[in-house]
């Protein structure tokens, strides 16, 4: 037992000290994932899976709010089908996985394993559509896809991932940049709201939209190492690939037309931002609305008079307000043991209830995220618990806030910039001219990408910091995942 006790509370590699180990000591410590024989494929335990469960589970609800419905695509697309857009396969060419035999009988034409799915939604809403009243057509994906990846790092960069990519088809370009957004706030609302990580919303570079967009939006999230994530994309694909598939409908005049496109999309790449927006050096710290257990109500002294019966009329009205909540009555392993584990897994209260605690009609509560210790009331501790979980949701959002802030800064010179970004991290505010030179010229330079055009533009003077010419964007730089 000492020996079990001791291998399981072995120190996470301090996040100062190794910010890549620390990251994958949480993972593999809470058994999140577990490498797979294949390099790049991880397999999610079902910690890890109720996490991307919490995820799916709040934005498939905002989804169907407003009017999507979701469906499902083959794995596999011919070859012929991925070349019929060019730009697209050139952009998706180094990380394919091709299927090129049935058993032992070579394929008279390659397949292609999803990287996406663009082109075999397009081919079937070719035959599927006629007329603009057919129109719109809103509909999503939840499924897996695989783009072969050189270096890996569970959730953050993996061969395959899962995720869902909306694909909805519109009358108007207008009908059809509206829901773009929409779809892009809703991401927003995925992060902030649920998942407590404040983000940074606007429009991709055209050297780092998708291929085959006519716009690209996304959210950019900072983490606890100053660098950035992109956390979600919404695509506004124009007429881009309903004219390569020749997908068309009679319009309103009695005219053959082509509809306006979109594609938009998030993966479980997010929880490895909530890892590494949240987490110390303890383990996960997990908001309350993303924890699959929000309450652990750990007895003391079990064997008393009483212990178990009140804790277990604990469980149950908290279980009765709604609150994700568990019990431990694992004899077997001792209670220093249980508060490490759960503080370990991230659980946002732990509640410990003894003796003393029933003659006193309180409980002991500890918030994950403080580590105190607080004393309170059972008269009415459904409510006191809910109201903790609420503040706790929101105080772990503003400290990320401040986090953000504190790492983000004006840059006033290029060539100090450069010097300092090393020593520097987190989010950079310059002008930008809006020529590729310089975009690529700053990513040479410096290893920093434009992360977006922000939304909210702020005048930050009237050149280029990195050619000097006149500006015509204030930009968001970092280094990035």
Same mark, same amino acid.
């Given at each position: 037992m000492a020996k079990?006790?001791?291998?399981?509370? +072995?120190?996470?590699?301090?996040?100062?000290?190794? /910010?890549?180990?620390?990251?994958?000591?949480?993972? *593999?410590?809470? =058994?999140?994932?577990?490498?797979?024989?294949?390099?790049?494929?991880?397999?999610?335990?079902?910690?890890?899976?109720?996490?991307?469960?919490?995820?799916?589970?709040?934005?498939?609800?905002?989804? +169907?709010?407003?009017?999507?419905?979701?469906?499902? /695509?083959?794995?596999?697309?011919?070859?012929?089908? *991925?070349?019929? =857009?060019?730009e697209h396969v050139e952009g998706f060419a180094p990380e394919v996985a091709w299927v090129t035999h049935g058993g032992s009988q070579k394929l008279g034409e390659r397949l292609v394993i999803r990287p996406t799915s663009e082109t075999i939604i397009c081919h079937m809403y070719a035959k599927w559509l006629n007329s603009y009243r057919d129109l719109p057509y809103l509909y999503n994906q939840w499924c897996s896809v695989v783009r072969w990846e050189k270096a890996t790092r569970p959730f953050l960069r993996t061969s395959e991932f899962l995720w869902q990519e909306g694909h909805t088809l519109h009358e108007t370009n207008e009908e059809a940049q509206a829901e773009t957004l929409q779809m892009l706030d809703i991401y927003r609302q995925v992060a902030e709201d649920l998942m407590a990580i404040p983000v940074i919303t606007g429009q991709k570079s055209e050297k780092e939209k998708f291929a085959g967009a006519h716009a690209t939006y996304t959210m950019e999230a900072l983490m606890h190492d100053g660098q950035a994530l992109q956390a979600g994309t919404s695509h506004n694909l124009g007429q881009h690939f309903t004219k390569a598939f020749d997908i068309k409908f009679q319009g309103r005049n009695g005219q053959e037309q082509h509809p306006y496109h979109t594609s938009w999309g998030i993966s479980t790449r997010l929880i490895g931002g909530l890892i590494m927006v949240h987490s110390d050096n303890r383990g996960l710290v997990l908001p309350p609305k993303m924890a699959p257990i929000q309450v652990v109500i750990i007895p003391i002294a079990m064997n008393k008079e009483g212990v178990m019966e009140k804790a277990n009329n604990l469980y149950d009205s908290l279980k009765a307000a709604g609150i994700r909540v568990e019990l431990d009555d694992n004899k077997e392993n001792s209670t220093g043991w249980k508060f490490n584990q759960y503080e370990m897994k991230g659980y946002p209260i732990r509640i410990e209830i003894g003796p003393r605690d029933i003659e006193n009609n309180q409980v002991v509560a500890v918030r994950r995220d403080k580590l105190e210790k607080e004393t309170l009331s059972l008269d009415n501790i459904e409510e006191t618990i809910s109201s903790m979980l609420a503040s706790m949701q929101v105080d772990m959002f503003e400290k990320a806030k401040a986090h953000r802030e504190t790492h983000t800064y004006v840059v006033d010179d290029y060539e100090q910039y450069k010097k300092d970004l090393p020593n520097r991290p987190g989010f950079a505010k310059m002008m930008w001219c809006g020529d590729r030179e310089c975009e690529d010229k700053l990513k040479d330079e410096t290893g920093a990408s434009i992360r977006c055009i922000p939304f909210e533009q702020e005048n930050l003077g009237c050149k280029c910091h990195i050619c000097g010419k006149e500006a015509k964007h204030m930009i968001y730089v970092a280094r990035a995942y």
């Open positions: 079990k006790e001791k291998d399981f509370v +072995k120190e996470i590699t301090p996040m100062e000290e190794d /910010f890549s180990r620390w990251y994958t000591d949480v993972i *593999l410590k809470n =058994e999140l994932v577990d490498y797979s024989p294949v390099k790049g494929f991880m397999v999610i335990r079902p910690y890890g899976y109720a996490l991307w469960e919490r995820i799916q589970g709040f934005a498939d609800e905002k989804f +169907k709010a407003t009017g999507h419905k979701n469906m499902y /695509f083959p794995l596999l697309i011919p070859e012929s089908l *991925l070349t019929k =857009e060019k």
